[in-house]
């Protein structure tokens, strides 16, 4: 993974774990040009 401003997806860490970054919703005074309004929902579930 590259440290960037537009990383986006997930993204698998030591330790088995993982770390997902999505785009976001973006803000009001904020431009943000191709990059589409997201909001990420997780289901989470016994092992």
Known sequence: MRNRRDTAG???LD???TLYVNG???HLWRVRF???PEIT???L???
């Open 10 to 12: 997930a993204f698998a």
């Open 15 to 17: 330790g088995g774990r």
């Open 24 to 26: 976001g919703v973006g």
């Open 34 to 36: 191709n990059v589409r």
């Open 41 to 43: 929902l997780f289901t």
């Open 45 to 47: 579930r016994d092992a």
